[in-house]
């Protein structure tokens, strides 16, 4: 049993329906679709898109599907809920705010991108507070973890505005082609 099946038992909302959607002020946030991969791609091959993220090694369609296919079997199986971030006004794709299981009970992983073309106005911010939201009253998440790159400062103060507080460094934090890529890590946990 891997956490998943508590949570269905005691949260008749599970799993989540493909088709919910979730809106703020700003935005539309939905099911990942294989007709978003030209635009993720030229997010993730951007030349300010960093290279030293997973999701920056990206350098095809064919890899974007596989990316997409990733975040749908998650939400299928229940261990992730990867929503696309739309704006509301024109339905462009700019970004995208993940929550996957962790392997303690009701504790998720926060992690999010937004296309280079779109940085600076507070579109991370928005969607990952929707979305954490949305885990604290249907997932019954009660702890949020997140982790980014050590030099990744922006993003570290969009964890900060989400409430999440500083708890670790980790010199070996993920590898990039056989090189570690130092993190901080950050967590919510509710009362």
């Not at 095809?60 to 704006?87: F, K, P, Y």
């Not at 926060?110 to 507070?129: C, D, K, R, V």
Request: aromatic share 10%; charged share 20%; proline share 6%.
């Amino acid at each position: 049993m891997n956490g998943f099946e508590n949570l269905m038992t005691d949260t008749p909302n599970l799993p989540i329906r493909t088709n919910k959607v979730l809106e703020t002020e700003r935005c539309l946030l939905r099911y990942p679709s294989h007709d978003d991969a030209p635009t993720m791609l030229t997010a993730f091959t951007s030349a300010k898109f960093p290279k030293d993220l997973p999701l920056g090694l990206i350098t095809s369609l064919t890899e974007v599907h596989n990316w997409i296919n990733r975040c749908q079997t998650g939400w299928a199986n229940g261990s992730m809920v990867s929503w696309v971030v739309d704006l509301k006004h024109d339905h462009t794709l700019v970004g995208q705010v993940t929550l996957a299981l962790l392997d303690e009970p009701d504790k998720w992983s926060l992690a999010y991108w937004i296309h280079p073309n779109h940085w600076g106005q507070g579109y991370a911010t928005e969607a990952s507070n929707e979305v954490l939201k949305y885990g604290t009253e249907k997932l019954n998440a009660a702890t949020f973890w997140a982790g980014t790159a050590e030099w990744n400062t922006s993003s570290s103060r969009v964890l900060e505005k989400l409430g999440m507080q500083h708890v670790s460094d980790s010199p070996q934090g993920y590898n990039i082609k056989g090189k570690p890529i130092p993190t901080k890590e950050y967590e919510l946990t509710l009362p």
